[in-house]
């Protein structure tokens, strides 16, 4: 049965589920990390060319791509040559099976957290309130224990959420969501950093986050760095930028969406870096210990430094933490809803199921595999699955769609139909950088993290944990993967389900 694809009401609802997508929990955290560690305002210098070299391209051919081809990731690559379709389908299924599983349970975190802040239920330990209390982790990854109830309901929650959105379809679920989530995660922020700014000790910590050390310019790691969080960041080749922009208009501004997308999801990085280093200079300043020993990276900011510091807060902690875990939780959700569109639209772009089928069987097979992620061990493994999606997987499917584009369709055949549409004229520059410039640099950076884990296992974790969990997982997804693209043809789902 053929129906009419659906389109996005408005180019602002496609800017704010674009944006959406690109901002999540890694701009609040990761980003300030990587900033204080990599030269401070100094880091904003290969961010920016990274931004520029890297980013805003892929971004335009990923909204071009799917644009011009009117479809999710795995049905556009097929229609540039049937032998690529698998490209479409690694990176849907990496995320959906490998991201999604544990960015929900992360976000099922906060939700937990969210409540706790209440009442400020971790007490004064909250190192050890969220590692042995709340997570209950294990010794290691093999260490893998039972699901851990409280946080399983957390997660229950946040899939539940991502069904009730995406079977409301683009316009009425997506859409309509993402422009709620957006401005109140802009007004969550905002009073977040008004109340940083109020706090002793907020000065230092801006000059900790922001201070430049021109010096490590010179530090290849630091450029690597900077390209890895632009290119992670944007939600490029994941799919779902292919997928977002097969619902937009004949008629619509790629180049011009592109390019608002990567500036906003930067601008809020740096934005959201003020909150978080303004209440860090002030658990510095009210422990008394060194600045250093207060800034942790990822899940220990959010999870262990940030409980302390709203448990130091003077007025109003619990509203403090209401605040912060709320804007986590929009922050992934608007994520987390991208990604299930992303693999949803493929399966019915592939096989023609209903919206509303597809989504519930994807909520309630997820929530069911990412019980392993709820475990005593699940922390582990959510370490090892993520750092080789995002620095194989990710790196890998952005250099080969880099090429097909470049080489295959041809980086003028979509640059023409990108400047047909888009008031900002792309030129050659872009072909360039499609075809040699972003391969090179994602050659680099897949070639140098793949050095330093031969001289030393990922994370000081035993060889075979790093190969089974890590490598074999993203091996079992390239395996589904190719199952699904050699078995297409001759399976008529419809019929399947009619029979059952």
Known sequence: MTTEREQ????????????????????????????????????????????VTAGIPILILEFGLGHRMGAAAPLAFR????????????????????????????????????AYSVRLAWGTD????????????????????????????????????????????????????????????????????????????????????????????????????????????LSIAFGIMITYASYLPRRSDITGSAIITAFSDAGFSIFAGLAVFTTLGFMAHTSGLPFEKVVTEGIGLAFVAYPRAINAMPYLPAVFGVAFFLALILAGLSSSVSILEAFATSLMDEYGIGRRLTITLSCLGGFFLSLIFTTRGGLFWLDIVDHYILQYGLVVVGLLECLVVGWVLGADTLRHHVNSTSVIQIGRVWDFCVKYLTPAILGFILVG?????????????????TLLIGVGWLAATLLVAWFITTRRKGLDVEHLLEGL
């Open 449 to 465: 993290t793949l050095i330093e884990e031969i001289r030393a296992p990922y994370g000081g974790y035993p060889r075979a944990a």
């Open 8 to 51: 996005w009401r408005t180019r602002r609802g496609f800017l704010f589920a674009a944006i959406g997508s690109a901002i999540g929990l890694g701009n609040i955290w990761r980003f300030s990390y990587m900033t204080y560690t990599n030269g401070g305002a100094a880091f904003l210098i290969p961010y920016i060319f990274a931004l």
């Open 126 to 233: 909250a190192n050890a309130f969220f590692f042995k209390q709340f997570l209950q982790l294990s010794a290691g990854p093999w260490e893998v224990g039972k699901p851990v109830g409280l946080i399983v309901l957390g997660v229950a929650i946040v899939w539940a959420a991502n069904w009730l959105i995406c079977t409301k379809g683009i316009q009425k679920g997506v859409e309509r969501a993402c422009q709620v989530f957006m401005p109140l995660l802009f007004i969550l922020i905002t009073l977040l950093i008004v109340r940083g700014f109020t706090l002793p000790g907020a000065k230092q910590g801006l000059l900790w986050y922001l201070k430049p050390d021109f010096s490590r310019l010179t530090d290849l790691g630091v450029w690597r760095s900077a390209y890895s969080q632009t290119f992670f960041s």
């Open 79 to 114: 229609r540039i040559h049937q032998r690529w379709e698998i490209l479409g389908w690694w990176p849907i299924i990496f995320i959906m099976l490998g991201i999604q599983l544990y960015y929900t349970v992360i976000i099922g975190w906060c939700v937990d957290y969210l």
